[in-house]
């Protein structure tokens, strides 16, 4: 089976700009969320879908915007790049059942973005 | 929203000792805590999680203990080897929803 495909790896981009990252979950999930994790903050949630619905959103600014397919790959948006927005972005995916979830997520190897 | 607190943020044991790591949370609604390894360069990795009906579960050299009423939760492991070290972070989830994670403890056993 394979894991959560997140693409590009890595990309630079300069500020000012907009970037869009994929994910495509383990074929079968339904849950898609998003992280992003920088040195010391840990892994900051973003955003989470369940079938083509965005079930929660972390506290990030409307400049980060996500959305799900309807063969729940995902894709998540940053306009108007920011210095700070540099961070490691990961997705994962979980086989959420549609009376809630405690499963386990499995992440991708994240996609590196550094802003110039 | 949900509040999790991990401590200590890091940790150095000697090789053979244990290491335990723990986290507090804030909403009473939480019923689910997984722990998440993440090796130098690598994704996060579920290794243990626990349910709010449990009290504490094991899995060979790791286990994870759960207080409700004190909303807190800790991770364990015995006999430390080499390749524990990582960054383990804990998180909290309820129902719905998002999953919450604490700031991560990067753990080195020293050989």
């Known amino acids: 089976k394979a894991g959560v495909t997140q693409t590009p790896r890595y990309l630079i981009k300069t500020r000012g700009q907009q970037v869009t990252l994929s994910c495509s979950p383990i074929s079968g999930h339904r849950s898609v969320s998003w992280y992003q994790q920088t040195p010391g903050q840990g892994l900051q949630f973003l955003f989470e879908y369940f079938s083509e619905t965005q079930r929660n959103k972390g506290n990030f600014p409307g400049r980060f915007s996500g959305r799900q397919f309807s063969n729940s790959r995902s894709e998540m948006n940053v306009s108007t790049l920011e210095l700070g927005d540099s961070a490691l972005y990961l997705c994962?995916?979980?086989?959420?059942?549609?009376?809630?979830?405690?499963?386990?997520?499995?992440f991708g190897e994240g996609s590196r973005l550094t802003v110039l | 929203g949900e509040n999790v607190e991990q401590h200590p943020s890091t940790l150095s044991v000697q090789e053979g000792d244990s290491a335990v790591i723990k986290c507090t949370y804030s909403d009473s609604a939480s019923n689910y805590f997984p722990w998440y390894k993440q090796e130098l360069g690598k994704r996060p990795q579920l290794i243990i999680d626990?349910?709010?009906?449990?009290g504490e579960k094991k899995d060979q050299r790791i286990a994870v203990t759960l207080n409700k009423t004190a909303k807190h939760f800790s991770l364990h492991i015995t006999e430390t080897q080499p390749e524990d070290s990582a960054v383990y972070f804990c998180a909290a989830r309820g129902g719905y929803q998002k999953v919450t994670f604490g700031t991560g403890t990067k753990l080195q056993v020293i050989p």
């Open positions: 626990i349910r709010s009906n449990v």
């Open positions: 994962a995916s979980s086989s959420l059942k549609t009376g809630g979830n405690t499963g386990e997520l499995f």
